[in-house]
């Protein structure tokens, strides 16, 4: 099945990606991980999302699953759900670039009740050929927006 026009401006994304990251914030000790991102067409117009982390040990860390939407070719949303008890709801432009694209994504987060408290994050994402780069940022647990997270990723 030919994937929806609409997709064509992240059609770069669909495939598996996998890196290192490091991560970081001003509450907890510095930390590195392993990342691997899967985005599928599942034929409509959006993209399943998969994230899984993995300590340097090989223990699972972090993991977050959600869609990804593209509105009029030009501004992205990002549903996620957490396992930590979040939901995020992330939207913001994407500007196509000569071999792929940058994305910024500001999010209003959801918080169950035995959650820690995150109030909003912003993720960056940039496409470049086979090289994909993430940042997270988060204002959580009383301290104002500040990078958690940043990865590099290759295509699989
Ligand atoms: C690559 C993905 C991620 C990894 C590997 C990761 C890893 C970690 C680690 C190792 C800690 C410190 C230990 C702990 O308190 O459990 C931590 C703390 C935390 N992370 Fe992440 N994290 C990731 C993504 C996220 C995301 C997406 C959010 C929010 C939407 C988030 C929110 C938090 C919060 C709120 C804390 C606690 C800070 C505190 O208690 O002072 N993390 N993370």
Redesign the pocket.
């Known amino acids: 099945m030919p994937l929806h026009p609409g997709l064509a401006p992240v059609a770069g994304l669909l495939g598996t990606w996998r890196g290192d ?1 490091a ?1 970081e ?1 001003p ?3 510095p ?1 590195t ?1 392993t ?1 691997e991102l899967t985005f599928t067409d599942v034929g409509k117009p959006f993209l399943h999302y998969v ?1 899984r ?1 993995w300590s340097p040990a090989g223990a699972p ?2 993991t ?1 699953t959600g869609y990804v939407r593209v509105v009029g070719g030009a501004t992205v949303e990002l549903v996620l759900a ?1 396992p ?1 008890g ?1 939901t ?1 709801l992330a939207e913001g432009p994407l500007t196509v670039t000569d071999d792929g694209f940058t994305c910024a994504l500001a999010a209003r ?1 959801m918080n169950s009740s035995s959650a ?3 109030d909003a ?1 912003e993720r960056h994402l940039t496409l470049d050929g086979d090289t994909l780069t993430t940042r ?1 940022a ?1 204002a ?2 009383g ?1 104002p927006m500040t990078g ?2 940043t ?1 590099e990723l290759r295509r699989v």
């Open positions: 990251g991560g914030y509450t907890i000790t930390f991980y990342e994230q982390t860390m972090h977050e957490l930590t979040q995020e987060v820690k408290q995150v994050t997270f988060m959580a647990v301290v958690h997270l990865s």
